[in-house]
């Protein structure tokens, strides 16, 4: 499975960001997907992910602003960033699991303040 993360990029506080995973190779529809983020001197966190039949998970700092959603077809995976804080500013993650972890390789979020 290869990730392929899009879309980031330098945005202001209160602005909007949508970044996206592209999914390649053997891919499962029931895979649960998600995002994580790390930010300078941080530990990567989770910030969303979406598992099979669609439960989505939201950390408790993101919830009410960033929607998670996946196109099956597109195999694509998304992140729909709102209300964009100056803390928000990490790298960004794509994360694929099913028997197995497969990583993107990151796309940068910048929140100025």
Not at 44 to 61: F, K, M
Request: hydrophobic share 35%; aromatic share 10%.
């Amino acid at each position: 499975v290869q990730l392929v993360e899009s879309g980031g990029g330098l945005v202001q506080a209160g602005g909007s960001l949508r970044i996206s995973c592209a999914a390649s190779g053997s891919t499962r529809s029931n895979a649960a997907m998600g995002w994580y983020r790390q930010a300078p001197g941080k530990q990567r966190e989770l910030v969303a992910r979406i598992q099979s039949g669609g439960r989505t998970d939201y950390a408790d700092s993101v919830k009410g602003r960033f929607t998670i959603s996946r196109d099956l077809a597109k195999r694509t995976l998304y992140l729909q960033m709102n209300s964009l804080k100056s803390e928000d500013t990490a790298v960004y993650y794509c994360n694929y699991h099913w028997l197995f972890d497969a990583w993107g390789q990151g796309t940068q979020v910048s929140v100025s303040s």
